[in-house]
């Protein structure tokens, strides 16, 4: 009998589907543990116990801890396994300030063409951030908001080549940084206020040269705070 008489057709499909939606609920927890701080730098990611935590087979484990490698935000070592990978602070630091140009000279270039709906948007999400810090801090939702509130800010750039240029570096940052927040939460209260006084300035009207100043300022602090903390930044 052959597999369409039989009807074994379609069962490669249906169990293909069920592994991509386990893989990605793996996949999506795995993620926000690193993000979050919860599995540290050098944390092993035992398979078989993944596994039977979600109550699933070994293969959409690996799947999602593929996805995750290719990421930068796991790294295989032999007779170790897949671990979470280490942040380098050298390559953070490098990151960080070629995004604080290209923001703020990006930020300074869309205030002119910025709508106030646009305005009221980023002060709303800066609200929200500021809530966050007064309570017990979500460093992966203060993350997700602070970078809905820079965008918010520079999406009405004319310079649509500046603009790829920004989404290049935050792609970059996304699996070196994790969340900066998460080791420094410090600096959360100081970089709602800074974004307050930026949010202020374009709606005042201030000149090019000082929004860019403000917002790449801004940036710039934070990589200071980051890199001083950490252990192997240089004395």
């Keep these: 009998m052959s597999p369409a008489e039989d009807g074994t057709r379609e069962m490669p499909s249906t169990t293909g ?20 701080g919860r599995y540290a730098s050098g944390y092993r990611l035992v398979l078989d116990q993944i596994a039977r935590e ?12 593929r996805r995750l490698e ?6 295989f070592t032999r007779n170790v396994g897949a671990q979470v990978a280490g ?20 930020t300074s270039l869309a205030a002119t063409r910025i709508a106030p709906e646009q305005l009221a948007e980023a002060a709303a999400l800066n609200a ?22 820079h965008w918010v800010l520079c999406e009405s750039c004319p310079n649509q080549h500046l603009l790829d240029l920004v989404h290049r570096e935050w792609q970059r940052m996304s699996g070196i940084r994790r969340s900066s927040f998460t080791f420094v939460p410090s600096r959360t209260l100081s ?20 929004i860019e100043r403000v917002a790449r300022d801004h940036k710039l602090r934070t990589m200071t705070e980051y890199v001083t903390s950490r252990p192997d930044s240089p004395a």
């Design 70 to 75: 290719a990421e930068g935000l796991v790294t």
């Design 191 to 210: 970089s709602v206020d800074e974004h307050d006084r930026l949010v202020a300035l374009i709606r005042a009207g201030a000149s090019q040269a000082e």
């Design 87 to 106: 942040i380098n602070t050298a390559d953070y630091a490098n990151a960080m300030q070629t995004l604080a140009y290209l923001e703020g000279a990006a």
């Design 17 to 36: 589907a069920q592994a991509l939606s386990k893989s990605e609920k793996v996949y999506r927890e795995l993620h926000s543990r690193i993000l979050s």
């Design 128 to 149: 929200e951030m500021r809530q966050l810090c007064e309570g017990v801090l979500d460093p992966v939702r203060f993350t997700e908001l602070n970078h809905r509130f």
């Design 54 to 65: 979600f109550g699933t087979s070994p293969v959409p484990v690996r799947e999602a801890v």
